[in-house]
């Protein structure tokens, strides 16, 4: 409850020095309002279906390209750790690909789809992969060897060894790796949707950009860092303490 009342607190005070500094500034409002005027467009926006029609529009194509990067980076992470040769070869690429910012990938998704979902798909996919792939390659390698020692010991191998001491021992490290994930998901979601094809979030801020309403691009960040911190406190923060505790790590 504390915690909460400090967040409150702390943001009131952000609003008022934003909306004071915006009452001051000789800068026109267009080019930089006020919380009040922020907040009567987000408001008109949801109320009217503006906002509202973007925001799950982004969040279907979100969950699509997020569910595929995942299963991809548990996939390949799993090839990385389990085989030397793939390690030598993919491995090195997965690193050279994670410095590859999405909205490079644009003109490829372009050029390869055109201006529609498959392309906006293929960034976000693209764009949360390799981190993906990297946290689980990470969570496999890092598994102990005495853990594994003692389960061959036992008679696990194989499958039964990777369903009952790999996996589960990886999994704070694979659930680092789909929080990541889930950010860069949406940071590739905002470029490719920069394209103006299917509507979206990304597409009103590029609208608010074209149009000088600057009022409209910042109630679509609002938007955007009310969805992150929603689903960073309700899913991922959950599900890490969920794990830590089962596995002993917190009280």
């Known amino acids: ?10 943001i009131a005070i952000l ?6 500094a915006s009452r001051l500034s000789p800068v026109p409002d267009f080019m930089f309002p006020g919380v ?9 926006g949801i109320i009217g279906g503006q906002i509202t029609e973007a925001m799950f529009r982004s969040i279907g194509r979100l969950l699509f390209g997020f569910i595929i990067a995942s299963t991809l980076g548990l996939f390949l992470g799993y090839l990385i ?3 030397k040769l793939i ?3 993919l491995g090195f690429l997965v690193v050279a690909l994670q410095s590859i910012p999405s909205i490079v990938w644009l003109p ?6 055109g201006l529609g979902e498959a392309a906006i798909l293929f960034v976000v996919t693209i764009g949360a992969t390799w981190t993906m792939t990297m946290n689980t390659t990470s969570g496999f390698k890092n598994v102990p060897p005495l853990y594994q020692r003692v389960a061959k010991t036992f008679g696990s191998s194989g499958f039964h060894l990777l369903r009952t001491v790999i996996i589960p021992a990886s999994v704070p490290q694979i659930i680092s790796g ?4 889930w950010a860069f998901s949406w940071r590739a979601l905002m470029a490719g949707e920069l394209l103006g094809a299917g509507g979206g979030l990304g597409h009103l801020l590029e609208t608010g950009r074209s149009l000088g309403q600057m009022d409209l691009v910042i109630s679509v960040m609002i938007i955007i860092a009310i969805i992150g911190t929603i689903i960073d406190n309700v899913v ?4 890490d303490r969920s794990v830590q505790k089962k596995w002993g790590l917190s009280s």
């Open 108 to 113: 490829l998704a372009i050029v390869w789809f």
């Open 81 to 83: 750790w389990r085989f």
């Open 15 to 20: 609003a008022v020095i934003w909306e004071v």
């Open 36 to 44: 009040l005027q922020v907040l009567e467009t987000l408001v008109t």
């Open 1 to 10: 409850m504390i915690t909460a009342l400090r967040r409150v607190l702390f």
């Open 236 to 239: 991922f923060s959950k599900l």
């Open 87 to 89: 390690d030598d070869t």
């Open 178 to 181: 789909m929080r990541l994930a």
